[in-house]
């Protein structure tokens, strides 16, 4: 999941921004989600290093502080360097500053037309997702799944467990960040997730790589994110 930040000192251009980005992840079904705005570049920054999630910046150059939209870009490539960067600005001409501070913007959006910036914020989100769609599935394994009409991509790693839901026919996939349940069945996902997963019991597969500690007098398998999930005497020995 990409998360979506904003940095807008005008309240009222910020509040658009945001009802744009919210309103274009909704129709598009795209995998992310608005997690902070703000007009304080510094109160942004430090949302920005507890975040664990690549991100995608919209970010006003001009922020009249004395820390600008293009500073500000420079100093989250140190606490994210996959992230994509838009500058959304009235200051088209400043866009050769983004070079001189190495912040490689992805896009620029212009305020001077309001319907053709909507298009433009839309038209950023898209991209980006592909991109990082693209960039995951070269550098890691993922497990792409459909819940809520949108197609969801969870890195492997990322993954604890999966555990049958009480909803006839769904599975609920236990992951770093979040809980997804989506329709399948625990046969298909062993047979199309490798050795690494494991059929502990019949109502989980389990992640080795995850996995922190196995009491085999509880039968309890404890996972490295403090979860827990139940463990069958027959498969202890593949644990």
């Given at each position: 999941m990409l998360n979506i930040f904003v940095c807008e000192d005008n309240a009222v251009q910020r509040q658009i921004i945001v009802?744009?980005?919210?309103?274009?992840?909704?129709?598009?079904?795209?995998?992310?989600?608005?997690?902070?705005?703000?007009?304080?570049?510094?109160?942004?920054?430090?949302k920005v290093k507890t975040s664990q999630n690549t991100g995608i910046y919209f970010?006003?150059?001009?922020?009249?502080?004395?820390?600008?939209?293009?500073?500000?870009?420079q100093q989250i490539r140190l606490f994210d360097p996959r992230g994509f960067i838009i500058f959304i600005t009235a200051h088209s001409e400043l866009s050769y500053m983004t070079f001189q501070y190495r912040v490689e913007a992805m896009d620029f959006v212009l305020k001077d037309n309001p319907a053709e910036a909507k298009v433009k914020i839309r038209e950023c989100l898209i991209h980006a997702m592909e991109r990082y769609t693209l960039e995951t599935n070269k550098t890691h394994k993922v497990y792409t799944i459909e819940a809520g009409g949108r197609k969801i991509s969870v890195d492997y790693d990322d993954i604890f467990f999966f555990e049958t839901s009480g909803n006839i026919h769904k599975i609920i996939l236990h992951a770093k960040d979040r809980q997804i349940e989506f329709y399948g069945t625990m046969k298909e996902l062993a047979d199309r997730l490798g050795e690494n997963f494991v059929r502990c019991h019949r109502s989980f597969l389990a992640n080795r790589k995850n996995i922190k500690e196995a009491d085999a007098k509880k039968r309890i398998i404890y996972f490295t994110n403090g979860e827990t999930c139940l463990m069958s005497a027959r498969m202890m020995k593949w644990l």
């Open positions: 009802k744009t980005i919210q309103n274009a992840v909704l129709i598009e079904e795209l995998d992310m989600q608005l997690v902070f705005d703000a007009g304080d570049p510094y109160v942004l920054l430090e970010l006003d150059i001009d922020l009249n502080s004395n820390m600008n939209g293009i500073k500000l870009a």
